[in-house]
């Protein structure tokens, strides 16, 4: 029981659920108000831009945002590392949610900078973009997203201190609200070099500052296989495991994305013996890091970054990728005869069935394009990544004829399937086309026709449908129930998935399809129906697995939509208590208590508490109250923080391997505070 719940809450933190509602801030800070930095207007006037929009620079000021500044001081480190004079970086979540980063790299520069008239440190801190301008022959491209250095997370903290250790001396400085307290000055000797930053991200700014260990852990596992021979530690002081250490964990790879190739595909069954293909070279001028492997799995799952960002919209370099993995492989299939004997035509699709690719490169000046800044933009860039795919695939073809043959095979059992799953699928299409529409019969739809405006619930069971049914608001609110357990698309053929009603009907509902041609894996939804589906299911183990598989479902085939933030999970209630006509709904078991307190006042007799098992325990109004007004429900939506590390733990969950799965849950089991 207590495991089953908990496998769910971890997909829940690593999937990552954003609360919608907006937290209160806590207790503000009284600060005294620096006398020395008043002077210097300019710099107040670039931080007050960044305090007045701070979403600008950092994305948004919710959860991403504040984990983001985070991102935005490591960054500093990796490009130290990048430059050769950083090994070992730390990330500590201090008890009140600040965030120490301490690197060995060089230190931030100290000497008197002339035209600013102050500290280089202090421009550093407190002048926008200014972290570049003292190195710029340097290879700087780790950069992140945004890019916008140490100063926008000074200005979007009640209080940073920095520590620089440089030319045998320790030098400091302490700011509040992005504004220094004092001069940079000294404060002892050292034998190192390197930056500590502490900050508190300001409560005023942001929604919470409270940090989650698995989002900055897994972006630090990620950095670690971007960036080989980098250490990250993780460490969070806020918590102790039950030998009274506190939570800490390591990353550290030696062979980069070879490794984090081998650890995306950990549960999958390998198609080959050998070990994971992989390239680290430099084509005309710009570093490309390649490692693929095929599976025996039906998906394709590949990762593109660009100055270890995740370019989720892909771009010139993934572009490249396909061209030369496709290129390269047909070639070959044709060169040895395997596909003369077939009379299949195989397209690009097939040579990505079963293959996990990680491909890294590191572009000076990258352009980045699309809604979410994540697609590249340079031309030049697929050329050097076509090459380098090419060199790696056509090597390794020649040397291994046994596992050429294999990936050679798979490639047109991949068409087959494909042409398989076009038949079936225009075979449901000609039939619904002929019982004269679109939408399941088990659909209850809304009246309004605006996709911004409406919401579909994918209710478990016809019995909690029903009460969903008479309890919403049919304005805009469509029912659609969903029987059982959905099949479980990480283990199923592409074709199998269309075959399945459950999921069919889902598909009808939303108004989406997927493509039958080349590229027939791409989700067309121009149709889309509703800009929120919303996932209900019971609080229970059995509700816990349904939501788990329709997530799962989403993130294989329709993860366009959890990246538009169109997907949420409801929070029906866990208790009811009650005491005489008083009652009052409790999702925590704080709440639980407090209720007891409130409502017992005191004394414990009278009150009765109902524990709610499943949605079928309340009736359609108190359905309403609870889980679907929108004036009184909490959605979270389902947001994925790194693709990566979801499409691993998706494998994992999902997939045929016990082991792994308990050894995670295991594993993770510590940081679950459920009580089943
Ligand atoms: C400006 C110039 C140089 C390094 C840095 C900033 C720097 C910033 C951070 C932030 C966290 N850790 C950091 N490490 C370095 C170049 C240094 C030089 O030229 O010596």
Redesign the pocket.
């Known amino acids: 029981m207590i495991i089953l719940k908990f496998f769910l809450r971890k997909v829940v933190s690593l999937i990552n659920y954003k609360n919608i509602n907006i937290e209160m801030s806590e207790e503000q800070l009284i600060l005294k108000s620096s006398e020395y930095s008043a002077s210097s207007i300019q710099v107040l006037e670039g931080l007050e831009a960044v305090r007045k929009r701070p979403a600008m620079y950092i994305g948004d000021i919710g959860e991403k945002g504040l984990h983001h500044l985070v991102y935005e ?2 960054d ?2 990796i ?2 590392a990048l ?1 050769g ?2 090994t070992d970086v730390d990330v500590i979540i201090n008890e009140d949610n600040s965030v120490t ?1 301490k ?1 060995n ?5 100290v000497d008197f900078h002339e035209k600013e008239q102050k500290s ?1 440190l202090e421009v ?1 801190m407190t002048v926008l973009h ?6 710029k022959d ?1 290879y700087k491209v780790s950069g992140g997203l945004h890019g916008v250095g ?1 100063s926008c997370v000074n200005a979007l903290s009640a209080v940073t201190k920095v520590n620089v250790h ?1 030319a045998g001396k320790v030098y400091y400085q302490e700011y509040h609200r992005g504004i220094p307290v004092e001069p940079v000055k000294e404060v002892g000797t050292s034998d190192m070099t ?2 500590v ?1 502490t900050f508190l991200p300001d409560n005023e700014i942001f929604t919470s500052i409270e940090y989650k260990f698995s989002i900055l852990a897994s972006r630090l596992r990620e950095l670690a296989f971007l960036n080989k021979g980098v250490r990250l530690n993780l460490t969070d002081r806020r918590e102790t495991d039950k030998d009274g250490n506190f939570v800490f964990e390591t990353y550290y790879s030696d062979e980069g994305l070879k490794q984090f190739v081998r650890y995306l595909d950990e549960t999958r069954e390998s198609l080959i013996e050998r070990d994971v293909m992989y390239i680290d070279t430099v084509k005309n001028g710009m570093p490309v890091e390649i490692a693929i492997h095929y599976n025996t799995t039906y998906s394709e799952n590949i990762h593109s970054y660009v100055n270890n960002i995740n370019t989720i919209e892909g771009g010139t370099h993934l572009l490249g990728f396909r061209r030369g993995l496709t290129r390269t492989l047909k070639k070959y299939a044709e060169d040895s005869g395997i596909l003369a004997k077939q009379k299949i035509e195989i397209n690009g699709d097939d040579f990505r069935e079963g293959l996990t690719a990680v491909i890294s490169v590191k572009v000076q000046e990258p352009l980045f394009e699309g809604q979410t800044k994540t697609k590249l933009g340079n031309s030049d860039v697929s050329g050097s990544v076509d090459q380098a795919i090419s060199e790696l695939l056509k090597i390794y073809l020649e040397e291994h004829p046994k596992e050429a043959k294999a990936i050679v095979n798979k490639v047109i059992l991949a068409a087959s399937a494909r042409i398989a799953a076009r038949n079936a699928r225009e075979k449901v299409q000609r039939k619904s086309a002929m019982t004269g529409g679109g939408l399941p019969g088990k659909l209850a739809d809304c009246s309004n026709r605006d996709p911004h405006m409406c919401e579909l619930y994918l209710v478990e069971g016809d019995s909690a449908g029903g009460t969903a049914k008479q309890g919403r608001n049919r304005a805009f609110q469509a029912i659609l129930p969903l029987r059982g357990k959905i099949l479980n698309v990480e283990k199923a053929m592409t074709h199998k998935i269309f075959d399945s009603e459950e999921i069919s009907n889902i598909f009808k509902a939303l108004g989406v399809h997927i493509g039958t041609e080349e590229d027939s894996k791409a989700l067309n939804f121009k149709g889309l129906r509703y800009h929120k589906i919303i996932i209900m299911c019971d609080a229970d183990v059995d509700g816990s697995h349904i939501e788990t598989l329709i997530m799962t479902l989403f993130f294989r085939y329709l993860k366009e939509l959890i990246e538009h933030g169109f997907l949420y999970i409801a929070t029906p209630p866990l208790y009811l208590v009650k005491k005489g006509k008083e009652q009052r709904y409790c999702w925590t078991e704080d709440q639980r208590l407090q209720a007891i307190q409130e409502i017992g006042r005191g004394k414990d007799t009278g009150v009765h508490v109902q524990r709610y098992k499943g949605l079928g325990e309340m009736n359609a109004e108190q359905l309403w109250e609870t889980t679907m007004d929108p004036e009184r429900r909490t959605l979270r939506q389902v947001t994925i923080d790194s693709s990566a590390e979801a499409d691993h733990v998706f494998a994992m969950l999902m997939g045929d391997e016990v082991a792994p799965r308990r050894e995670f849950i295991e594993k993770n089991a510590k940081y679950a505070r459920i009580d089943v």
């Open positions: 001081v490591v500093n480190s490009d130290e430059a004079y950083c980063v690197d790299g060089r230190g931030i520069p280089a550093v200014a972290g570049g301008k003292f190195d340097s140490v440089r390197g930056t930053v």
